[in-house]
């Protein structure tokens, strides 16, 4: 079963920069379209980011410019580069995956557990 471990979370300062890592195993990272969701305290879970098998690209829009999805085939690990990052970006992030494209719904069959990340001075 295809399983996903997310990393690189932590705290940084209001327009820093942070890069998760979604790494995943049994399946390889091209065959399946993986997005990145973040969950705030209270709010509901929100698609930010999605990359599909032909490498095509999808971003809400509150963190188009600033965030990049990107997948290192070599490594089987997909990546959110976040930079010029908000307070509102807080939240933990989570890495999906499936065979089929839910774009930015969290209809996704995989999921990782998870990685914390906090915008904070």
């Known amino acids: 079963q295809l399983q996903l471990m997310e990393s690189g979370g932590g705290l940084v300062q209001p327009g820093g920069s942070l890069r998760l890592s979604c790494a995943a195993s049994v399946i390889l990272v091209d065959a399946v379209n993986i997005a990145w969701f973040r969950q705030a305290p209270g709010k509901e879970r929100e698609g930010v980011a999605r990359i599909t098998t032909d490498g095509d690209t999808t971003y809400v829009d509150s963190v188009k410019g600033r965030f990049t999805i990107s997948r290192d085939d070599a490594k089987n690990t997909v990546y959110l580069q976040m930079t010029s990052l908000k307070p509102e970006d807080s939240g933990v992030y989570y890495c999906?995956?499936?065979?089929?494209?839910?774009?930015?719904?969290?209809?996704?069959?995989?999921w990782g557990q998870g990685t914390q990340v906090t915008v904070s001075s």
């Open positions: 999906a995956a499936d065979s089929l494209d839910y774009e930015l719904s969290p209809e996704y069959d995989y």
